[in-house]
């Protein structure tokens, strides 16, 4: 079995597209769900709102990149005010529900065959990344260190999604440790509490959901620029569910949570895929073939996840504490 | 400063003296003025108040049996709940419809029965949440701390004191969520004056507060009145009642029955019909409890043996 591959590939996984995209839609949603407790399920949406927005401009309006993501930006922040409007002022369990749906009928709406001219349908659009990777500062090649290596236009998109994560990062840490992250925190234990004090409760709630919401389509602008290219079903409710994962394994609530998680959670998938398609090509393991290896990758995700719940409920970086609260 | 206290007091009931003792009396310098108010649950009316008004500067209780609507009461004039009809001032200001956050910016803050601490924040944060017109508040502005920072400061100070008051000094940094029932109380009350109101409306305070703590609530009560507040408050327990309050307002099913100051209230025939039983006034002996005791035990023994 080859280890360095193994391990060259899970620490590539750990740093790269993936885990950068996860991180930023992490990051977003932990900005609704972690600190103002908001279940927001279509987290996907927002990021297909940001992909189609600069795809869309571009590709399809022939228009300039910078406006592209200036639109997606802005149709992030529709978004959320849509889907804010009529729920926010309702239980929780609500916005949970509209917010799934509303991520589907965005990415139905983009791969519908009556809006083919504009959207692309099922295959998508693409040509719209020239300008991005016009300006990378990397000139054409492989760089790297060891077997870790990535090639000139990854490593530009990952530079620019660290920049991304680590602004991300450096203005929640700001804002969360602010008198408006204290309001969010106290809406999160008991919204009543916090208007007997005086709080628009409304408004703070529609100011997470954009807050989270435009993070998440930087997600989106990464995602589609990463591939040169986006599709309609790579916004799928699993991608919303796979940034839950991460920011529930990195810890919710805390600033590098999402991060922490990001990385881990690409880390071990790759490491785990890897290995088990070594031990199957090697014959360590004789009694599954390669192409069953990609679901059995999944279930284990799927048992990792449970077994965190029960063992780790607050994350890696959570606080004990708390959680010994809700028992209370 | 002790002089202060008597004149506040004597201030108020001076104020209530020629008031009549009737349900819906008019007063001399209402703060708050209610008309009509009525909320319905399918077939139950729960509130259904014609008149009344509270005096300013005043302690006013609100007392009446379990389900007698003053906890519903409270929601329709604090916003958190929607009246069927009605009308109601405060400061002479309409304030229907005015949303909750809007009636607490106004200075008529409320505190709840079933406590609301911020659990997963400190005793500190809850205590700063209540602070009104917060520069740091905004979203831009958060981002400088240099803006908001002084403010903040100034805040905690004021929160410091008011938690020395309510002797939750020493859990300044203690999550909420880890306080005691009867501390939660306190810091409600507590975060509640921190937004600075011309009214607070406590929704039985000292329930789960042990006595010799009670006794310093009745003061730190008694010293919102001395700094000009207003105060309404619900409470079953009638000596505090009877201490504190300069006038009492007594709901059962909904309306109000009674009104007037605490001597004449306990000895009005409608009100120890409604409310308070026969016996309200005199403690139990050793003798009586005694017997009490006897006959519930025998009652029980009864039970078991017809059980068996
Ligand atoms: N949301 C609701 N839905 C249906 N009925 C309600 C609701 N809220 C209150 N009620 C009913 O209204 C009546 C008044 O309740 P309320 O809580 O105001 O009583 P209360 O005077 O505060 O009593 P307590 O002294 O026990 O706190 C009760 O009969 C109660 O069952
Ligand atoms: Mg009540």
Known sequence: MDWTLIFSRAVEAGIGTEAVIYALAAIGLNIHFGYTGLLNFGQAGFLAVGAYGVATTVATLGLPFWLGIVIGLAAAVLFALLLGIPTLRLRADYLAIVTIAAAEIVRLVVRSVALQGTFGGTDGLEAFSDDFYGMNIYSPGQYGIGPIAFDHRTLWVLTVGWILVAAACAVVYLVMKSPWGRVLKAIREDEDAVRSLGKNVFSYKMQALVFGGVIGSLAGFLFALSRAATQPDLFSTELTFFAYTVLILGGAARVFGPVLGAVIFWCLLILVKTGMEEAVNHQVITFITVNQVGSINYMLVGLGLVLLLIYRPQGILGDKREIALDAR | ?308
């Open chain 2, 1 to 308: 400063m002790h002089a202060d206290t008597v004149n506040r007091k004597a201030e108020a009931l001076a104020a209530l003296a020629s008031v009549p003792s009737e349900p819906g009396a008019p007063k001399p310098d209402p703060i708050l003025v209610v008309d009509n108010v009525v909320r319905r649950f399918g077939g139950l009316t729960a509130v259904e108040v014609e008149h009344v008004e509270i005096q300013r500067g005043s302690i006013t209780a609100l007392i009446g049996p379990n389900g007698a609507g003053k906890t519903t009461f409270f929601n329709q004039l604090t916003g958190f709940d929607t009246a069927d009809s009605g009308a109601w001032t405060f400061n002479g200001k309409p304030m229907n419809g005015v949303s909750a956050h809007q009636v607490a910016r106004r200075g008529m803050v409320r505190t709840f029965q079933l406590t609301k601490a911020l659990s997963k924040l400190t005793v500190m944060e809850n205590m700063r949440l209540g602070a009104q017109k917060q520069r740091g508040e905004n979203f831009f502005r958060a981002l400088f701390s240099g803006l908001w920072q002084p403010q903040e400061d100034e805040i905690t100070v004021r929160a410091e004191e008011l938690l020395e008051r309510f002797k939750l000094g020493a859990k300044r940094d203690d999550f909420a969520g880890s306080l005691s029932g009867g501390q939660r109380k306190l810091l409600e009350m507590a975060r509640a004056l921190m937004v600075g109101p011309e009214l607070v409306m406590l929704d039985e305070p000292m329930a789960g507060v042990n006595p010799a703590l009670t006794q310093s609530l009745l003061g730190h009560v008694k010293d919102l009145r001395e700094q000009g507040m207003t105060v309404l408050f619900v409470e079953h327990d009638m000596d505090m009642v009877r201490d504190i309050s300069d006038w009492v307002i007594v709901m059962a099913q909904g309306t109000v029955i009674a009104e007037g100051p605490p001597d004449t209230i306990m000895a009005d025939a409608r009100v120890i019909d409604a409310y308070l039983g026969a016996h309200h006034d005199a403690p139990l002996t050793t003798a009586e409890a005694e017997e009490q005791l006897h006959q519930a035990e025998a009652e029980l023994e009864a039970e078991i043996e017809e059980k068996a």
